[in-house]
């Protein structure tokens, strides 16, 4: 064995701690910025509005260091098995973060427009909604730092849970939309950000997708529509 392999492992084993480490860095920055967004929305404060919007570029940077680092791996080291697992779910993974990211950003500038109009009271109707989002962000990246594959599983079930929240949310605010009158417009912007919601919910179930990936080397995507192409 040549003499430098141990070298190289060593710098392996740093560059794919590095590569977890982005990604979970990445994570809890997109996780804040939907947070702060949440919270400019609930407060009416412009100044949230704007970190928000400014720190959107913290996580785009943080998914291009990501898909660099994982090239450099996949060009250096040649990874298999479990090892280029990590490298294609962290990439993958990446993307949906930094697209979660911009959902914060867009529940920003809609709390940021509301501004100009009278408070809403129906702005509580967002908070179980975020929550539920939320919640299934939090366990699909413990799923990944964790290498946790049930943890990732179950979010497609929880999902669904947050699916039917956010019909009954949109159902509500449409009727108010509906009504007309002086608040139409912050309707219309509580819609979007109830959409932007349900689409965090989904990522994070694309990110608790690609931990089942990463640990069982099992792809659950399109699991239920696979099964109900066999039954038929």
């Known amino acids: 064995m040549p003499q430098h392999t141990p070298h190289i492992i060593r710098e392996f084993d740093q560059a ?11 994570g809890a920055q997109a996780r804040l910025n939907l947070a702060r967004a949440m919270e400019a929305l609930q407060q009416r404060d412009l100044d949230r509005c704007k970190v928000v919007i400014a720190d959107d ?14 090239m450099d791996i996949l060009l250096r080291f040649h990874p298999v098995a479990s090892d280029l697992r990590l490298v294609i779910s962290s990439m993958k993974i990446a993307a949906n973060l930094e697209r979660i990211s911009d959902h ?15 408070e809403v009271r129906e702005v509580r109707l967002i908070e179980p909604v975020y929550l539920l989002a939320d919640g299934q962000l939090q366990d699909a990246l413990a799923s990944y730092a964790d290498r946790d594959s049930e943890k990732g599983r179950g979010l497609k079930e929880r999902d669904q849970e947050l699916d039917r929240m956010h019909k009954r949310v949109m159902a509500q605010l449409s009727q108010l939309l509906e009504e007309g009158g002086e608040l139409s417009e912050s309707y219309l912007h509580l819609l979007f950000v109830v959409r932007s919601l ?15 990936y990463l640990d069982r080397a099992e792809d659950i995507r399109h699991m239920k529509a696979r099964q109900q192409d066999t039954d038929a």
Do not use: F, H, Q
């Not at 349900?198 to 089942?212: H, K, P």
């Open 104 to 118: 914060a950003v867009n529940i920003a500038k809609r709390a940021r427009k509301m501004l100009a109009k009278p």
């Open 57 to 70: 570029t913290e996580v785009d940077e943080a998914e291009r260091a990501v898909d660099a680092a994982g």
């Open 198 to 212: 349900e689409r965090v919910g989904d990522l994070a179930v694309n990110i608790g997708e690609d931990a089942v």
């Open 16 to 26: 794919m701690r590095g590569l977890a480490d982005l990604v979970i860095s990445m």
